[in-house]
């Protein structure tokens, strides 16, 4: 069913449907993670489901934002969101992000953002009898490899590619970034208790920069109350 929401606390309003996948937490914490510059012009959000980091930087910044979703289901949702908050400053292709090289040229956006789906397909993986939530979970249209190739692609030259994924992937991650000459300039792992494993990890790269990381941590669990600028100083 159909339904329109509270964008959590950041005074926007999303359409959902129960029977498909809804925005998490992850794609909270990317918005808060990324840091738009003066100079930033054009953003480019792959995989972005029903749109909610479009909306969130989209109320917020003086940028032109591109989000791409490959289900129809969910894109239409996304563009009845941007519509209801009146953002004019964001559109939506519903197309297979592995695509996109047929629709920009090469070093065309100052940043790219990226929540993909997490987990690898195999002949062990369960996958979801619902198409919409298996194809957002599981890497069944598009790869983590390709996702780096067209973000190599279309970053501008020291342009920023903000990822979020799980830890276990890490290895990985590290690997194509590496490959594609993406430098890995901040990592901030998610904890819901210190003492046990991370649940997320938010991954900061830019195209062809120099050598260097900063790690932070933080903690979210039931006494985290909003997530607005929960990365600042001070604050992680």
Same mark, same amino acid.
């Given at each position: 069913?159909?339904?329109?929401?509270?964008?959590?606390?950041?005074?926007?309003?999303?359409?959902?449907?129960?029977?498909?996948?809804?925005f998490?937490?992850?794609?909270?914490?990317?918005?808060?993670?990324?840091?738009i510059?003066?100079?930033?012009?054009?953003?480019?959000?792959?995989?972005?489901?029903n749109?909610?980091?479009?909306?969130?930087i989209?109320?917020?910044?003086?940028i *032109?934002?591109?989000?791409?979703?490959?289900?129809?289901?969910i894109?239409?949702?996304?563009?009845?969101?941007?519509?209801e908050?009146?953002?004019?400053?964001?559109k939506?292709?519903n197309?297979?992000?592995?695509?996109?090289?047929n629709?920009?040229p090469?070093?065309?956006?100052?940043?790219?953002?990226?929540?993909?789906?997490?987990?690898?397909?195999?002949?062990?993986?369960?996958?979801? *009898?619902?198409?919409?939530?298996?194809?957002?979970?599981?890497?069944?249209?598009?790869t983590?490899?390709?996702?780096?190739?067209?973000?190599?692609?279309?970053?501008? *030259?020291?342009?920023?590619?903000?990822?979020?994924?799980?830890?276990?992937?890490?290895?990985?991650?590290?690997?194509?970034?590496?490959?594609l000459?993406?430098?890995?300039?901040?990592?901030?792992?998610?904890?819901?208790?210190?003492?046990?494993?991370?649940?997320?990890?938010?991954?900061?790269?830019?195209?062809?920069?120099?050598?260097?990381?900063?790690?932070?941590?933080?903690?979210?669990?039931?006494?985290?109350?909003?997530?607005?600028?929960?990365?600042?100083?001070?604050?992680?």
């Amino acid at each position: 069913m159909e339904v329109k929401n509270d964008l959590y606390d950041y005074g926007l309003k999303i359409y959902q449907d129960s029977k498909l996948f809804k925005f998490s937490l992850d794609s909270l914490l990317l918005a808060e993670f990324v840091d738009i510059k003066k100079s930033d012009r054009k953003l480019l959000d792959i995989c972005s489901g029903n749109a909610p980091l479009p909306l969130i930087i989209g109320k917020n910044y003086d940028i *032109e934002i591109t989000g791409v979703e490959i289900q129809k289901k969910i894109y239409d949702l996304a563009i009845k969101s941007i519509k209801e908050n009146n953002l004019t400053n964001i559109k939506m292709l519903n197309i297979n992000a592995k695509d996109l090289k047929n629709y920009f040229p090469g070093n065309n956006f100052d940043i790219i953002t990226c929540n993909p789906p997490f987990f690898k397909v195999s002949s062990s993986s369960l996958i979801n *009898e619902n198409s919409e939530k298996a194809i957002a979970r599981h890497e069944l249209t598009i790869t983590l490899k390709e996702i780096f190739d067209i973000v190599s692609f279309l970053l501008k *030259e020291n342009g920023t590619f903000y990822l979020v994924h799980r830890p276990e992937r890490l290895e990985e991650i590290m690997d194509l970034a590496r490959n594609l000459k993406l430098h890995v300039k901040e990592m901030i792992f998610v904890y819901s208790k210190l003492e046990n494993n991370a649940i997320m990890v938010l991954i900061k790269m830019k195209k062809n920069a120099q050598l260097g990381v900063k790690i932070k941590s933080v903690v979210i669990d039931k006494n985290t109350k909003t997530y607005q600028n929960i990365f600042k100083e001070g604050q992680t």
